[in-house]
């Protein structure tokens, strides 16, 4: 058995060096998938853009934590409000515009604070979402948490999510109501940054190729690049902070250029 020679190239054939290259024209991923400095209070007051099927929900919990010395030095790019009266402002922000922002057959995840699970639920139930009532529970594994009294309380250790859906929505796949992750890491940038490999898990419940994605406090932007890597059709997260968010649209720019999309 042997193997035939290579032709010998063509004294005519063109120069290939020699043609033009077209220029290469963005990915859908590019002009999809977005971070934008804004104030989410003032995006859902006037916007009327393409609605969203999926949208997750990170308020500020609204328990002084950036009064904490959880919150780190007072010099952190990530220091935000955190009074009750911000979280229900936003909750009901959320609430006010939903058709402004909900597709009728939507899902959102909405992560809270356990000192208002009882009060939010019933918000939301008024507000027109159907709400499941066990909530998600995403396991810090690493052990991080606030030891809010050490000498009478529990160090708190995990964070929690309800799960709600517009039109009667049917998740994608079944996944396990508990997580277990560590911290996200600690150059994401941001006090309260969610770890993708955490979100991921929740999200593939309810993002897939036809997921038009809203993030209305993305952060560090983990949730939108989790959606991006679920193969959502358009992700858009909305930041307050001018440089969390300029950190987070270089983050997604590196992700998208690794091609992390599905």
Known sequence: MFLAEPDEPSSDAPDVKALPVPPVAPT???????????DFLKFAATYSGPKFNFVHCDFPYGIGIDKSDAAGSATH???????????????????????????????????????????????????GFWVHEVPLIWHKSDGAGIASDFRRRPKHVYETALWCSLGDRPIIQLKNDVFAAPLARSDEGHISA?????????????????????????????????????????????????????????????????????
């Open 194 to 262: 969610k770890p993708e490999q955490m979100l991921h898990h929740f999200l593939s419940m309810g993002v897939d190729n036809l997921t038009t994605f809203l993030d209305p406090t993305c952060g560090s932007g983990t949730s939108v690049r989790a959606a991006l890597g679920l193969g959502a059709e358009s992700a858009l997260g909305l930041e307050l902070n001018p440089d969390t968010a300029s950190s987070a649209q270089l983050r997604l720019a590196r992700a998208l250029s690794e091609g992390k999309a599905a």
């Open 28 to 38: 859908p991923a590019l002009a999809n998938h977005r971070i934008e400095q804004k």
């Open 77 to 127: 790019e990530s220091q935000y409000e955190d009074s009750p009266e911000l979280f229900w402002t936003l909750t009901n922000a959320l609430i006010d515009n939903k058709d402004r922002l909900f597709l009728d057959s939507a899902h959102m995840m909405f992560w809270f604070s356990p000192k208002y699970q009882f009060d939010l639920i019933e918000k939301l139930k008024a507000g």
